[in-house]
């Protein structure tokens, strides 16, 4: 056909430069990175941090991409060097052949199919000078900034921040780095580095100005927070400031900023912003027993209830739900008032109605007690509180005993543990002594408990943990048959012995089974993960009760042993299933199984 030559002619140059002003995707970018005499571990940290190398998962798809990627990678890699020590590195990235740092970005290529990164480290340097000036009383400088020491951007790093931190520590609040002057001496492999600090002048704690959207009356945030106007500025005194306030569990956010410029007298000023948790929180909670049932638990919290930070909390407990026993459970409520006394103190009412049916005894307590809390730490606390208790009771000593009580409970806490769910090292320390003095011909006396719990890991990160807990428990003062049965001590069940009935095992009265006065638990596991989330443990249990206030040799005992699986939740703990047998003792026989959530202790 007549000119139709010409015309797809015509059209092939046409589509052809279509496809010329197109940018040129790459089928695939070939990359190497090499590093002759760098460690297999510095490769391997270049080549996750270029952006060359991780052209394709970064989604880096045309050349001007890959040449901007490369042109930054020249300061990436060589920053890297620096902060393993070498100084006069060499880097070369070549695309197909061409140094990148000499292709013009007005004229990149329509295809780059190949990057070649070659890396020549240099000799590692070290510190020839190492000088912080001036330098703060009782400032530790780390030990990597000295002369002699593998000289590094991060060792420099970290002086300086120490050096700034201990003039804040002693009061110097608005410290900073005045300058630096870094030296490489090629010839040597040396670093020479120098600090210069501005201490600033000592300031003292102004005011704090409260701010954000918070339904706590301010005069109670002051008194909770127990701001150190006037003193000498200090940032542990200020970091304490909002521990307290985050402790009362009234703040979703608490934040406490310095103000950038002092006030002329010498004093300066914060700015806190809170914002307020949820008013109200419903949680629940269950464990599972072959024997005793399932055991369900409810709280509600209520915070800020009177616009003090206060703190309600109301639980519900049913147990024996299935179980061998009849149904019974507990009503408790607590009110904390973290603003009555102070920093670091509170006052709380506590209340409580229980009714326990077991086996040997059945039971019914009411308690009302007024206190006060003092916290050392985090992690350290005590209490003491005031109030009455009376109980009504069936046990081996007859049927409808009553007993009243002024009652005085002491309890500390002291709680090292890496985690209060699944531990896999420190310990826990619970001490609780309550003098009791009896009203209406009641008989008097002290009720003493301990619990003690010890964790290891031995060095395996978690992997493998020893696990032991030691429980002792002594009533001193009152005849056996003299005293209220849940003052008494059992021994059987999840919380003492698994593989034994809960409580089975007590003192023979007659034909029946009473509470010993004294008590020694002893309980061990050993922890080891099989995948991340899945773990197996061995674990034997020993209870020994007595009639006398301390354990003797012709003691009642008992003992269990088994094997469990645990399946973690995250911060929710692990799900526990353990499988236990009687190996001791004729309180109980046959294979007993405990579901619940977090680890056994």
């Given at each position: 056909m007549p000119g139709s030559r010409p015309r797809a002619f015509l059209k092939r140059c046409l589509l052809g430069a279509i496809v010329m002003t197109l940018p040129t995707a790459l089928a695939a970018l070939e990359t190497s990175l090499t590093a002759p005499g760098?460690?297999?571990?510095?490769?391997?940290?270049?080549?996750?941090?270029?952006?060359?190398?991780?052209?394709?998962?970064?989604?880096?798809?045309?050349?001007?991409?890959?040449?901007?990627?490369?042109?930054?990678?020249?300061?990436?890699?060589?920053?890297?060097?620096y902060d393993e020590g070498y100084f006069s590195p060499v880097v070369s990235i070549k695309l197909d052949g061409q140094e990148a740092a000499d292709i013009?970005?007005?004229?990149?290529?329509?295809?780059?199919?190949?990057?070649?990164?070659?890396?020549?480290?240099?000799?590692?340097?070290?510190?020839?000078?190492?000088?912080?000036?001036?330098?703060?009383?009782?400032?530790?400088?780390?030990?990597?900034?000295?002369?002699?020491?593998?000289?590094?951007?991060?060792?420099?790093?970290?002086?300086?921040?120490?050096?700034?931190?201990?003039?804040?520590?002693?009061?110097?609040?608005?410290?900073?780095?005045?300058?630096?002057?870094?030296?490489?001496?090629?010839?040597?492999?040396?670093?020479?580095?120098?600090?210069?600090?501005?201490?600033?002048?000592?300031?003292?704690?102004?005011?704090?100005?409260?701010?954000?959207?918070?339904d706590v009356r301010h005069r109670s945030i002051e008194k909770i927070a127990g701001f150190p106007a006037g003193e000498v500025y200090s940032p542990q005194k200020i970091q304490k400031v909002g521990t307290r306030l985050r402790r009362t569990g009234t703040f979703n956010v608490?934040?406490?900023?310095?103000?950038?410029?002092?006030?002329?007298?010498?004093?300066?000023?914060?700015?806190?912003?809170?914002?307020?948790?949820?008013?109200?929180?419903?949680?629940?909670?269950?464990?599972?027993?072959?024997?005793?049932?399932i055991d369900v638990t409810a709280t509600w919290t209520h915070r800020n209830v009177f616009r003090r930070a206060e703190r309600l909390r109301f639980e519900v407990a049913v147990r024996n739900i299935g179980g061998a026993e009849d149904i019974d459970g507990r009503i408790g409520l607590r009110l904390d008032q973290p603003d009555r006394l102070g920093p670091d103190d509170n006052t709380f009412w506590n209340a409580l109605l229980e009714r326990r049916n077991t086996e040997n005894y059945n039971v019914t307590v009411a308690s009302l007690a007024y206190g006060a809390r003092r916290t050392f730490s985090d992690r350290l606390y005590a209490e003491a509180s005031a109030g009455f208790q009376w109980s009504s009771a069936?046990?081996?000593?007859?049927?409808?005993?009553?007993?009243?009580?002024?009652?005085?409970?002491?309890?500390?806490?002291?709680?090292?543990?890496?985690?209060?769910?699944?531990?896999?090292?420190?310990?826990?320390?619970?001490?609780?002594?309550?003098?009791?003095?009896?009203?209406?011909?009641?008989?008097?006396?002290?009720?003493?408990?301990?619990?003690?719990?010890?964790?290891?890991?031995?060095?395996?990160?978690?992997?493998?943990?020893?696990?032991?807990?030691?429980?002792?428990?002594?009533?001193?003062?009152?005849?056996?048959?003299?005293?209220?049965?849940?003052?008494?001590?059992?021994?059987?069940?999840?919380?003492?012995?698994?593989?034994?009935?809960?409580?089975?095992?007590?003192?023979?009265?007659?034909?029946?089974?009473?509470?010993?006065?004294?008590?020694?638990?002893?309980?061990?596991?050993?922890?080891?993960?099989?995948?991340?989330?899945?773990?197996?443990?061995?674990?034997?249990?020993?209870?020994?009760?007595?009639?006398?206030?301390?354990?003797?040799?012709g003691a009642e005992y008992h003992a269990g042993a088994g094997l469990g699986v645990r399946y973690d939740l995250g911060g929710f703990g692990p799900l526990r299933l353990d499988l236990a047998v009687p190996v001791q003792g004729d309180t109980g026989d046959g294979l007993q199984f405990y579901i619940g959530i977090g680890q056994a202790f």
């Open positions: 760098a460690s297999k571990e510095l490769v391997e940290r270049m080549e996750e941090t270029s952006s060359v190398a991780t052209a394709e998962s970064r989604g880096l798809d045309t050349p001007l991409e890959i040449l901007s990627a490369a042109l930054s990678d020249y300061r990436t890699l060589v920053q890297i060097l013009s970005s007005l004229s990149v290529p329509a295809q780059i199919n190949r990057a070649v990164i070659t890396v020549n480290t240099g000799p590692k340097f070290t510190f020839g000078e190492a000088i912080v000036r001036p330098v703060a009383p009782e400032t530790v400088l780390p030990e990597d900034f000295a002369v002699g020491k593998l000289a590094t951007t991060g060792a420099i790093q970290q002086a300086a921040s120490a050096g700034v931190q201990g003039w804040r520590n002693a009061g110097h609040a608005k410290a900073e780095v005045e300058g630096q002057k870094v030296i490489a001496r090629h010839v040597e492999a040396k670093l020479d580095a120098e600090i210069d600090l501005e201490p600033g002048p000592r300031l003292r704690f102004g005011k704090m100005f409260i701010k954000g959207d918070t608490v934040s406490i900023e310095e103000r950038e410029t002092p006030n002329p007298d010498g004093t300066l000023d914060f700015d806190a912003t809170f914002e307020d948790l949820p008013k109200r929180q419903l949680t629940f909670g269950a464990e599972i027993a072959s024997r005793d049932g069936d046990d081996a000593y007859g049927d409808d005993r009553r007993f009243r009580y002024f009652i005085l409970p002491l309890r500390s806490e002291w709680d090292e543990r890496d985690s209060k769910v699944s531990a896999t090292r420190g310990f826990y320390l619970d001490a609780q002594i309550t003098p009791f003095a009896g009203l209406s011909e009641t008989e008097s006396g002290i009720r003493m408990f301990f619990d003690g719990r010890g964790y290891t890991s031995l060095g395996t990160g978690g992997r493998l943990v020893l696990a032991g807990r030691v429980q002792l428990g002594s009533v001193l003062g009152p005849s056996p048959d003299g005293v209220t049965p849940d003052f008494l001590f059992f021994s059987g069940g999840a919380g003492t012995v698994r593989g034994q009935p809960y409580e089975s095992l007590g003192v023979p009265v007659g034909t029946g089974i009473a509470g010993g006065k004294s008590f020694l638990g002893l309980s061990a596991e050993v922890r080891g993960k099989v995948t991340e989330a899945i773990s197996l443990v061995g674990f034997y249990d020993y209870g020994t009760v007595d009639t006398s206030s301390f354990i003797g040799s």
